[in-house]
């Protein structure tokens, strides 16, 4: 009766949910609303979980708090689309296992999705592949829903894969899953941390040959919740390593054998912005594709009087590049943002002196801004973008020639520039703006908040003239419109 019970409940609450989203939705105008960045169409957002890609389709699912703009009542949301940039909200695939908006037993924490090609869970039934998804029910161990419809809807296994471990006194969750193919077997990356003992915490790794039984191999200390782990080429070289890495962006390079992690390196940030947490990266990428692309959660963010709570950061295309401190992480937004782009405006080669500015004619809320920059003999130089009609409106991003510190909301990174040209991309949206440099060795992701109807740009310089390659500004359309 309990199960039955859930069921109908779940079936009612989520017809009722989605009943109301459909009704009445403005596709998407609210002041803070990104235009392409991806949110939830009302209420709390966190982690992405579940990035997978099946037949042409893009997964995202994300934590989400369907009755609340805080957290709290953690189900699954679910979203598709084609091109990673305009989203199909579907409906909610994963919730609590069992009570009530006010009492929730296992509530859906993150966790990873794929796609089970060679049916080695036996779930499949009928033509279509397999989608699984492994995430933890906070409190009731590591539990797996699965999709014989191309994600549609989604399935309840009856037991945990992994129970909870020490009688729940364990802090176990966020598992990513993939298939290891020197091994033969499906591998997970799972954080455990003892809740009284934090010096223990870290990444346990097992395997399976089935995707239903797991067995610990190894474990390693010192990253922190929603572990993500997979293996790029060196560009420019024959070299492969693993990328290990946890919630804050930190991340360790290395070998892996399907058993065991061992570090090359010390932990590296990803990302060195304000609001950049608990990213992962996507399944089943096609190998014609080749890219690992990832998603990550911009946390922290404002949104005065918005029905939405926080931001996906945009979609990025990682890669490894050798640099003179070593091997590095690269982040790079995805091509496809190019079908976005409205009017372009390009400066040019041009000499820029303090006091003058050479984009006072671009305007815009929404701009992807590519940069190449001598600084000459300036003190400093940068942009400041949604800028307003008095001196220190906007938001600024600078490059102090001296330091070499590129500062950004609030952030000063080390940054000195190959060959001392500056090579900055921008991406503006209602409320962030994200950071790229040095062909992405270096990123800064960070929620701001302007004034919503301040939309100038500006590039300037101090204490000297600047040597502007070129600048490229593109407005983007709103990925929303219908």
């Known amino acids: 009766m309990r199960i039955i019970h859930l069921v109908s409940t779940i079936a009612f609450t989520l017809a009722g949910y989605n009943a109301i989203a459909q009704s009445a939705v403005k596709y998407y105008d609210e002041p803070y609303r990104p235009q392409f960045h991806f949110t939830a169409e009302k209420n709390w957002l966190n982690d992405p979980n579940g990035l997978v890609y099946y037949k042409g389709t893009y997964h995202l699912f994300y934590q989400h708090n369907p009755y609340s703009r805080n957290w709290g009542n953690m189900h699954w949301g679910h979203a598709v689309s084609t091109d990673l940039l305009s989203w199909q909200h579907k409906p909610l695939a ?20 794929l796609v089970d090609w060679n049916n080695t869970s036996g779930l499949q039934k009928g033509k279509e592949k397999t989608l699984i998804a492994i995430y933890t029910a906070f409190g009731c161990g590591q539990r797996l829903v699965y999709s014989n419809d191309k994600g549609e809807t989604w399935k309840q296994y009856d037991d945990p894969v992994i129970p909870v471990m020490n009688n729940g006194t364990m802090d176990e969750r966020d598992p990513k899953v993939f298939w290891h193919a020197p091994i033969k077997k499906w ?46 080429p060196v560009e420019g070289s024959s070299e492969k390593k693993w990328v290990l890495h946890g919630a804050d962006g930190g991340y360790l390079l290395g070998s892996f054998d399907g058993y065991t992690f061992t570090p090359e390196s010390e932990k590296i940030k990803m990302d ?22 990832q998603i990550g959660w911009m946390n922290g963010g404002h949104y005065p009087d918005a029905p939405f709570n926080q931001q996906m950061a945009f979609p990025c295309v990682l890669t490894l590049k050798k640099f003179p401190e070593g091997v590095r992480v690269c ?32 305007t815009g809320d929404a701009l992807d801004i590519q940069a190449t920059i001598q600084p000459g003999n300036a003190e400093e130089c940068g942009f400041v973008v949604r800028k307003g009609n008095y001196e220190s409106s906007g938001t600024r991003i600078s490059y102090d020639v001296k330091n070499k510190k590129l500062n950004v909301l609030g952030k000063s990174i080390d940054y000195t520039p190959t060959g001392n040209k500056i090579d900055l991309r921008i991406l503006v ?42 600048i490229d500004v593109f407005r983007i359309r709103s990925a929303w419109e219908k």
């Open 94 to 113: 994963v919730f609590p296992l069992e009570g009530t908006p006010d009492n929730y037993k296992c509530a859906a924490f993150s966790g990873s999705a």
């Open 187 to 232: 591998v997970m990356v799972l954080y455990i941390g003892p809740d009284k003992n934090e010096k223990e915490r870290g990444i346990a790794f097992y395997t399976s040959d089935n995707l239903l039984k797991w067995e610990q191999k190894s474990f390693l200390k010192g990253l922190y919740e929603c572990p993500d782990l997979f293996e790029l």
């Open 272 to 293: 060195l912005g304000n609001n950049f947490y608990a990213a992962q990266s996507y399944s089943d990428i096609p190998k014609e594709d080749g890219r690992r692309i």
């Open 331 to 362: 982040r790079n937004p995805v091509a496809e943002i190019k079908t976005l782009y409205g009017e372009k405006f390009s400066t040019g080669a041009k000499k820029v002196p303090p006091g003058t500015n050479i984009l006072s004619s671009v």
């Open 429 to 470: 949206d209602r409320a962030s703006v994200e950071v790229f440099a040095d062909g992405g060795r270096i990123s800064v992701t960070s929620n701001f908040i302007p004034v919503y109807t301040f939309n100038g740009l500006e590039f300037y310089s101090k204490g000297g003239e600047v040597n502007v390659e070129n």
